[in-house]
């Protein structure tokens, strides 16, 4: 593991740490579980996934195949009962917990939905963790918008104070609560040696890259409105966002999970995974790069009036990940989105193919 120092993972580092490791991704149907099943498949782990059935916008697990990838199982992890069953006959070493209702404007109507899922789903993998009568390590993924927003020119820190205005942001910060909770109630740290259990919260930027194709986020706005030569739509064109590529945050969790395994005491608590501050832009800027890279001139951008509040400007602090995981990004805005649009574009073409050889390209495979 001695690329840990620098974070630069290297085919041995992750092949050795990964390889027949039982896995169990929740959310391995969605944008970020999918890409994360495909290299976990392709680092030769056991997998097992859970999740909701597949819906029109995630297409992408059907096209890498996912079912035939893992161990498939569709539960609602609410319903504690059958999720539990499933953590314990399956014993994984690591969980990656990403399952949630994990967008910001569909969070204002569905309100119950997103505090059960979120909150109570969480409660449940922690519950059956806690079950797991064997070691294992747990990467709990929130989100860049669990803190207390004051719309300044400012990077947060893992020891500010959370908040969240908008359900969705205040559903991930109750989630960093109840974890910090249940790590001293139930897995105290000092207690490591009996209870083997290491718990750690990752919060990620916004991401983009292939194969996202959900309502209202950005990057798949942009695409589909080309894909019909219709205008781009903007609700929050000035609002600045810590946007990085799916494999950056990607790497985070999995370098976050390794270094778990040789100091799970220093790891027992959350970390940034964003991008430096130079590559934190607008979102009209992230549009013109995008349109730009497709190489069309003078493209229509819109803006569209919305009354539902969103932050004006976030930025993350990623030193703890820099100093205590050898975390840092590998690619600046432009190389992230021009590795976005040329996903879509390729994969119009080579089904599937784009996927893996972006995957190769950027962890070295
Ligand atoms: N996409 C981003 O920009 C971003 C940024 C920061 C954090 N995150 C977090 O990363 C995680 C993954 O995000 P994503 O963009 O891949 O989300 P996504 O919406 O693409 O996928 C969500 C996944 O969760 C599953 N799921 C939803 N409700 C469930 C339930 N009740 N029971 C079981 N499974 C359920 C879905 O089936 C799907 O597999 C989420 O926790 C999200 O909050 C995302």
Redesign the pocket.
């Known amino acids: 593991m001695e690329n840990l120092v620098n974070g630069t993972l290297v085919k041995t580092d992750l092949q050795s740490y990964f390889k027949n490791k039982k896995i169990l991704i929740?959310?391995?149907?969605?944008?970020?579980?999918t890409w994360l099943l495909k290299i976990l498949s392709m680092l030769g782990s056991e997998i097992k996934g859970?999740?909701?059935e597949?819906n029109e916008n995630?297409l992408f697990f059907n096209q890498i195949q996912g079912t035939q990838l893992c161990e498939h199982s569709i539960?609602?992890?609410?319903d504690y009962e059958s999720l539990e069953n499933e953590i314990l006959n399956f014993e994984p070493d690591i969980i990656f917990h990403?399952?949630?209702?994990?967008?910001v404007r569909p969070s204002y109507s569905l309100l119950r939905e997103t505090y059960m899922?979120n909150v109570i789903?969480t409660l449940n993998v922690l519950e059956s963790i806690k079950k797991l009568s064997k070691k294992c390590n747990a990467v709990l993924?929130?989100?860049?918008k669990v803190y207390e927003n004051f719309e300044k020119d400012y990077l947060y820190i893992e020891t500010d104070s959370l908040g969240g205005h908008d359900p969705y942001s205040s559903s991930?910060a109750a989630c960093e609560i109840l974890i910090s909770s249940f790590r001293k109630s139930f897995i105290p740290i000092e207690k490591y040696d009996q209870h083997n259990k290491c718990i750690a919260s990752a919060r990620?930027?916004?991401?983009i890259g292939g194969g996202?194709l959900?309502q209202d986020?950005i990057v798949p706005d942009i695409v589909k409105s080309v894909q019909k030569g219709i205008p781009v739509t903007l609700r929050n064109p000035n609002a600045i966002r810590p946007f990085q590529h799916v494999l950056e945050s990607l790497r985070g969790y999995l370098l976050l999970a390794i270094k778990m395994e040789i100091d799970p005491v220093l790891c027992s608590t959350s970390y940034n995974f964003g991008p430096s501050k130079m590559d934190c832009i607008s979102v009209l800027e992230l549009v013109q790069k995008c349109i730009k890279e497709y190489g069309i001139g003078n493209y229509n951008i819109e803006p569209q009036n919305s009354y539902l509040h969103e932050a004006g400007i976030l930025m993350l602090d990623n030193s703890k990940s820099k100093n205590d995981l050898g975390w840092i990004p590998q690619w600046d805005i432009d190389k992230t989105i021009k590795e976005t649009i040329t996903w879509y574009r390729t994969n119009e073409e080579e089904k599937n193919m784009i996927t893996e050889a972006q995957i190769k390209y950027y962890f070295n495979l």
């Open positions: 929740t959310g391995h149907t969605g944008f970020k579980g859970i999740a909701l597949p995630q539960i609602d992890i609410c990403l399952a949630a209702q994990a967008l899922t789903g993924i929130t989100t860049d991930k990620a930027g916004n991401v996202d959900s986020r």
